[in-house]
């Protein structure tokens, strides 16, 4: 009777060069990974091992949900390059890492002065069973009492430092750049939303109007 063919023995590896895009992965490392369905975006994981055995080799991930992802969907707060560090663990193959990405901190991201394709921001932790996210709350601004989403463009009041969405305050996105002061219904003297144009066109606008990319949600 013939012997089965051994197997190949299994091996830990500290790093492995994805052949087709010439791109050297490693545990820690993020990545975008093939979706099997080619319509829908790539995947975002962060490798947490990388096993050879034989010609194969496989990474262990552990995955980034998107907000669409998650059970509550997608909500008006959430950044377009936000995703969630889940719970949910997995092995793919290495040959459907596309490249390499960035998961930044929410503080991180918010002080980047421009963003890449290949960069993200994760502030919550997502239990992809129960749909629960830790933290379970953060601070909110404007009267709309919203999250602060990154993408927005947001100008602050200058008696009490709170930010607040133009259309929430009666106002185009273009008045907003035009500002000179600002200050909310509430600090106004008058009780009353109060706006000042810039006395001279060439002086740089003392109201701070941004898409709120400084501004860290604690």
Known sequence: MAKAKAKAPRRTLDSYTVKPINITVKPGDCVLMRPSDPSKPSYVAKIERIE????SVRVHVRWYYRPEDSIG???QFHGSKEVFQSDHYDTQSADTIEGKCTVHSFKNYTTLDAVGNDDFFCRFEYNSSSGAFNPESVAVYCKCEMPYNPDDLMV??????DWFHPA?????AEEANRLGHFFCEKCSSQGQKKVKSSDHGTRQSEAKVETKR???MK
């Open 168 to 172: 929430c305050i009666e106002m185009s």
């Open 156 to 161: 602050q009041c200058e008696g009490c430092s």
């Open 52 to 55: 050879s055995r034989g010609h």
């Open 214 to 216: 400084r501004k860290v």
């Open 73 to 75: 969907g997608r909500r």
